[in-house]
């Protein structure tokens, strides 16, 4: 059987096609709504942040992920409000690691999400990426600018470096702050398009930059 995922987000649009369980092919489409057109049996789909229409050449029948068809219970009032890139993650990272883990998403957002032993979503945060911090000192001050992202893991000795340096503390010991309230221990998932460069701060994680897309191809699988 073969599932196109897809997952819409805040700033990029990724496709995958799966075989099986086995990945064939991806894309990535940074200005639009332009996916491959791959043959498929059926469409799995998570839209967070869209603007605009599906694309039009997406295989039929199309499954949006749900939260609550998931068989997680999830740590939110309103499970419905958590995005579902969040859940299709959790999903992916619940099915292929098991439970108990740290998911830590770097994208235009940085989200972080608890699965405890049990296999219940525990809760999690929400943080700007590297980019929007960068885009908020920019614009809301007058003497601090900043261009182009890279980590920097030490003290800063321009105005440019000291921005670097503080946001590599801020998420990364954001990260380190969740992980410290947390016992046991729990497995470290890091995903996401920014997520490579941090892997060197977080030897113990496990980089899967496709999870989001996997936790589709799953609940796509589940549903036929």
């Not at 809301?140 to 946001?167: K, N």
């Not at 410290?180 to 470290?188: D, F, I, R, T």
């Not at 995903?191 to 609940?219: A, H, I, N, Q, S």
Request: with cysteine; aromatic share 8%.
């Amino acid at each position: 059987m073969r599932i196109l995922a897809l997952d819409r987000g805040n700033s990029s649009l990724k496709a995958a096609l799966f075989e099986d369980g086995r990945l064939l092919a991806w894309s990535l489409d940074r200005k639009g709504n332009r996916i491959p057109h791959w043959e498929a049996d059926l469409s799995v789909v998570s839209w967070v942040g869209a603007r605009g229409p599906l694309p039009e050449n997406l295989p039929l029948p199309i499954f949006p992920i749900q939260a609550e068809k998931t068989g997680i219970p999830l740590g939110y009032g309103d499970p419905g409000s958590l995005g579902s890139d969040r859940v299709a993650a959790l999903y992916g990272a619940l099915r292929i690691y098991g439970p108990g883990c740290l998911v830590v998403d770097f994208g235009t957002a940085v989200t972080v999400d608890s699965l405890s032993f049990d296999g219940v979503h525990r809760g999690g945060g929400i943080f700007p990426g590297p980019d929007l911090i960068l885009k908020s000192l920019n614009t809301g001050t007058s003497g601090v600018r900043a261009e182009g992202w890279s980590l920097l893991p030490r003290l800063g000795t321009t105005t440019r470096e000291c921005v670097l340096s503080a946001i590599t503390y801020a998420l990364s010991g954001m990260v380190r702050g969740y992980l410290g309230e947390l016992a046991p221990l729990p497995k470290l998932i890091l995903t996401g398009g920014g997520c490579r460069e941090w892997l060197p701060l977080f030897p113990e994680g496990v980089y899967d930059p496709f999870l989001v897309l996997k936790g589709l191809e799953l609940y796509g699988r589940e549903r036929l």
